[in-house]
């Protein structure tokens, strides 16, 4: 009976209906048409099962942002890789002018005649 009455109280129903303005809000400025369309599915397939307005947003949000990945939580070590390959890419464009520069007509210069 404890759940039954959670569920239905005013303060629950407010609190997932600021969640869900702010996870749609995300979803349209990361340009992520998928997941308002997955939540807005979710949460009327959850409307026809519960009616109960709170339960079926919390079911949208949990099934657009945990099965689906709509979050999109990215691992920071990815950007560390392009940083080494761009730093590695300079390195080596650097030594390229710097060969050039001691030997214009050498291999790989523009000024090979």
Do not use: W
């Amino acid at each position: 009976m404890k759940l039954d009455k959670i569920l239905k109280s005013k303060v629950l129903y407010y609190v997932a209906l600021v969640l869900m303005v702010i996870n749609v809000l995300g979803y349209v400025s990361l340009g992520s048409t998928e997941c308002v369309v997955i939540f807005g599915i979710t949460t009327y397939l959850a409307n026809m099962f519960t009616k109960n307005r709170s339960l079926d947003i919390l079911c949208g949000l949990f099934v657009a942002n945990v099965v689906f990945g709509c979050g999109r939580v990215k691992e920071g070590f990815e950007g560390l890789e392009v940083k080494e390959k761009k730093h590695h890419m300079m390195k080596m464009q650097k030594h390229k002018e710097d060969q050039c520069k001691k030997n214009p007509n050498g291999k790989n210069c523009k000024g090979k005649k």
